[in-house]
């Protein structure tokens, strides 16, 4: 099934124009960038206030959550107000669970957003059987509730964004099509289709979800499927619930990323527990990635791709040492530049030595390998971690792996017996290296790319080895210069390693950087981005949502309070949620989750079911910990 133009030569997927206000979205228009006010919408002055300061830093379509019908009449008074301050910023309605809100909103603003899970059913977690007969009933009833709407949006000539949220798919689509990106898909398409009935096509679609795999598997199906079936709607991008810092620019890197280099996208938002303006400059740096990537060299068109773009399955390799076959992805990190080596160089890749005790201690994100080049490292080394020289150095000493050219390899008859590290590109792998490498257990590639569109290249080596059949594992390395800053970086990165890593490929990441970046950010960022794709697990994981006028606490003070304690929970996830409207749902993945449902009130989860309601807040983090200690989670910090 076909998501993309080319999985090869990168050009943005056409979609029809939509028009929201004064902005125009789709078609040959730029990719837009919005974010959402945290403030009470009753609360005019301050969401105006907060509404200029995202406009100002470079926001274009302002989203104000209205959870009442209050709060949609008070949304002509914010509009007002901006209006008499010079701003026409169009505005859209964030609905959830109230029709008769949306209906307000619609007369309102320039733009209304839905979520079908929670537009016309309610989710209460429990299995509904259903056959042909009742669910075309349930489609039914659907429509009689949606078509109000439609209507009034089509005689206000206000445009709709129709927003799946993972974790709040309803218990209808759920039953029956699970919680899977076909679930997601067809729960849009159920409200698209009703849309079209009525004539109505200022559209705006969505498949949002705080796990990157099942986002990015929702968007790629859903444009699939309205190829299909003759749709191009507009495309509005983001990963929800991504959380605060670095893991959340991380994650929306990541899964923002990989479907920017598909050529999918017309708006995105990046979701962050953080100041809404704070969004603006990472959108706006993730766009900028991909702006001189039409001029990238061709590369060979994919005429059989082994991949399947909608489900994860990693690629099937040899196990060579600890890499490949059944491992998690390694980290690999470069300290070749360095004029010595010292054990106090190893700190920045997780390794402590203590003189006192003489012994190593090392960290949950401490590098499995080590690149020093032709340096000679002259003290005892940590016993997790491995060595890799340059090919000759390696031959004077024959300490560590060696790493080759391709060249090398094909000529040196002195390799190593248990692991030898060759760097190649797509155009390097001739028939005669093909043939080599098919038969020696010994090999691990490392690849490399000089193309603008280095996600499609590389890739495109990888689909090479699988049509051939070979097995060696792959670390990917990408390197960065002229960076503005280390979060450019982060974002660089996140988006070029976590689109391969997302598609199953990649047995290690290699990020090496040049006056960007300190040893210690970048080994952090390796395994940031093997945690934001789900492919290696080495710290506490928290699914935290950006905050919205919806919020019952304060959500930056109370994140950065239970980081604060349970930072050290490697592989649990904790669901930080600021309100009921999303707060089950998109942590149903979570191990524990902590929800606002109420004034200084809290209710604690263990996944997908309430534990104790109604905790005073200055209680919960205290009861949140006796929870996991409760369910034997916790571990004391070291």
């Not at 206000?21 to 960038?33: F, L, Q, Y």
């Not at 000539?157 to 029956?176: P, W």
């Not at 794709?533 to 949502?545: A, L, V």
Request: charged share 25%.
């Amino acid at each position: 099934m076909k998501y993309c133009n080319s999985l090869s030569n990168y050009s943005r997927f056409k979609t029809r124009e939509v028009k929201i206000g004064n902005v125009k979205i789709g078609g040959n228009n730029p990719i837009r960038i919005q974010s959402m006010t945290t403030v009470d919408t009753m609360d005019t002055i301050a969401t105006v206030e907060e509404s200029i300061r995202m406009i100002k830093a470079g926001c274009e379509l302002v989203r104000i959550t209205a959870p009442s019908k209050r709060d949609a009449e008070n949304l002509k008074n914010i509009k007002n107000e901006l209006v008499k301050r010079g701003y026409n910023t169009p505005i859209i309605a964030d609905i959830h669970y109230t029709p008769n809100a949306a209906e307000i909103a619609a007369k309102i603003v320039e733009k209304v957003r839905i979520n079908p899970g929670n537009y016309a059913d309610k989710k209460k977690f429990e299995n509904i059987e259903y056959t042909d007969e009742s669910y075309k009933k349930e489609l039914i009833r659907i429509k009689d509730k949606f078509t109000p709407l439609v209507k009034i949006c089509k005689e206000h000539n206000t445009a709709m964004r129709i927003g799946t949220n993972h974790g709040s798919l309803s218990d209808r689509i759920l039953s029956r099509f699970g919680d899977t990106a076909r679930g997601m898909v067809e729960s849009a398409l159920e409200f698209i289709r009703i849309c079209q009935n009525e004539n109505y096509h200022n559209l705006v679609i969505s498949m949002k979800a705080s796990n990157t795999r099942v986002m990015v598997q929702a968007y790629r199906l859903l444009v699939a499927e309205m190829i299909k079936e003759d749709m191009n709607y507009p495309l509005h991008l983001g990963v929800t619930e991504a959380g605060e810092g670095e893991d959340g620019r991380i994650k929306s890197a990541v899964g923002i990323g990989s479907l920017l280099a598909d050529g999918l996208g017309d708006t995105i938002r990046v979701s962050l527990t953080e100041p809404p303006e704070f969004e603006i400059p990472v959108a706006r740096q993730l766009i900028s990635h991909f702006k001189d990537i039409k001029k990238h060299e061709v590369i060979e068109e994919i005429k059989e791709n082994p991949l399947n773009p909608f489900e994860y399955k990693k690629r099937e390799t040899n196990t060579v040492l600890n890499i490949g076959g059944k491992n998690v992805p390694i980290v690999k990190a470069d300290l070749s530049h360095k004029k010595k080596i010292t054990p106090a160089s190893l700190f920045a890749l997780g390794y402590r030595y203590s003189v006192p005790l003489d012994k190593w201690h090392i960290s949950d994100m401490a590098a499995d390998y080590v690149f020093v080049g032709d340096h000679e490292i002259n003290f005892e080394i940590p016993g997790t971690l491995r060595l890799i020289y340059n090919y000759k150095s390696w031959k004077d000493h024959k300490k560590g792996y060696p790493y080759l050219t391709v060249s090398e390899y094909l000529n040196e008859k002195q390799i190593s017996n248990k692991m030898n590290l060759v760097y190649a590109c797509y155009s390097d792998l001739s028939k005669k290296v093909i043939n080599k490498i098919q038969k020696d257990k010994t090999v691990v590639l490392l690849t490399d790319t000089n193309n603008k569109n280095g996600i499609a290249d590389q890739r495109r080596l990888f689909i090479k080895l699988i049509n051939n059949k070979v097995t060696v594992p792959v670390i990917v390395k990408r390197t960065y210069e002229n960076l503005s800053n280390e979060k450019h970086l982060q974002l660089a990165a996140s988006t070029d390693n976590g689109a391969l890593l997302l598609d199953g490929l990649g047995d290690g990441i290699f990020i090496c950087s040049k006056k960007c970046g300190s040893d210690q950010m970048i080994n952090s960022l390796s395994f940031g981005i093997l945690q934001a794709t789900r492919t290696r697990i080495s710290k506490t994981e928290y699914i935290s949502c950006p905050s919205c006028g919806r919020t019952l606490f304060d959500l930056q003070e109370t994140t950065a309070k239970i980081r604060k304690v349970t930072n050290h929970l490697k592989g649990v996830k904790i669901g930080i949620m600021g309100c009921i409207v999303n707060g089950p749902g998109e942590m149903a993945d979570a191990d524990y989750g902590y929800v606002g449902t109420g004034k200084g009130k809290i209710t604690l989860y263990k996944e997908q079911t309430v534990i104790e309601r109604n905790i005073p807040e200055d209680k919960a983090v205290s009861a949140l910990i006796d929870l996991i200690k409760k369910y034997g989670d916790w571990v004391e910090k070291n």
